[in-house]
């Protein structure tokens, strides 16, 4: 049964990302980190009938360039359209990328914070701590007239705090970043290996599972694998893997996963 929030994910991979949240009552959008091309961003968009003007915000996850590349080349583009998204971004962060500040002069910057309850396009959106090695890092949790989504990529481990904040939604967006024998086996040197399976990299699909086996309720309906490894993984591989818990657990889920640059709709 869809519910009042949908999600786009237009990229999600380590060569760039960026997902809508859309209000699908008033189709009011927001948009999560802007790590790809203007052209990849509009093309998502349009792929997603969403009409660009109708992104009233952008939330920056972390500093890491796959999350925040586009952000400049987007905003200047928005604002040829005459739409101006107010910018959310940790201090921090906003610090640790001077290409930032091209946008935010395009724009209403806000700060954020671990914590912080925000409202933004009509939704209410929770600022949720991740563990990665980036100056500052978050996850999402947003509600909307009682339909709630789960937004987490970019962290070694679930923290307390994102196991609340992912508990009990609708729509769930889960870092299933590696297959742990690829990432093993494959060809990347010695200290980036160690650094994408610590505690501060990516979350693997064996973990991912585990999370999701306690986040299987009542009103779970949408999982969606996110920041898939093009080296480390494949797409069938998470897929297949939540897949399996949801069957173990005789819950009624639809599981599928986001793709580097095939844009998909989960409402
Ligand atoms: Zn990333
Ligand atoms: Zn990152």
């Not at 920056?60 to 604002?79: F, I, N, Q």
């Not at 739409?83 to 806000?110: G, I, Q, S, W, Y």
């Not at 093993?184 to 010695?190: A, D, K, L, R």
Request: charge should be negative; proline fraction near 3%; aromatic fraction near 4%.
């Amino acid at each position: 049964m869809a519910g009042r929030l949908k999600l786009h994910v237009i990229a999600s991979g380590s060569k760039g990302n960026a997902s809508i949240v859309e209000d699908g009552a008033t189709g009011r959008c927001v948009l999560v980190d802007c790590g790809v091309t203007k052209r990849a961003l509009l093309a998502g968009c349009e792929a997603s009938a969403i009409d660009p003007a109708r992104i009233e915000a952008v939330l920056v996850t972390h500093d890491h360039s796959d999350h925040v590349k586009g952000l400049p080349v987007a905003y200047r583009g928005m604002a040829k359209l005459g739409c101006h998204p107010d910018l959310f971004v940790n201090d921090a962060v906003f610090a640790a990328v001077p290409k930032m500040t091209e946008a935010a002069e395009l724009c209403c910057r806000h700060g954020m914070e671990h914590g912080d309850a925000l409202s933004v396009a009509g939704m209410d959106v929770q600022v949720f701590p991740t563990s990665h090695d980036a100056v500052w890092s978050c996850g999402f949790r947003f509600e909307c007239e009682g339909d709630a989504l789960g937004f987490m990529t970019d962290s070694g481990v679930v923290t307390p705090e994102a196991h609340e904040a992912l508990s009990d939604v609708r729509i769930l967006a889960l870092e299933s970043n590696h297959d742990l024998d690829m990432l093993e086996n494959g060809s990347y040197p010695y200290q980036l290996k160690v650094r994408v399976r610590s505690d501060r990299g990516h979350l693997s699909n064996v973990q991912a599972a585990r999370e999701l086996s306690e986040l299987v309720s009542d009103r779970l309906e949408q999982v969606v694998s996110m920041h898939v490894s093009q080296n480390n993984n494949t797409y069938r591989l998470p897929v297949d893997t939540l897949e399996g818990v949801v069957v173990t657990m005789g819950a009624d889920v639809h599981v599928q996963t986001g793709y580097q640059s095939q844009p998909i709709d989960v409402m």
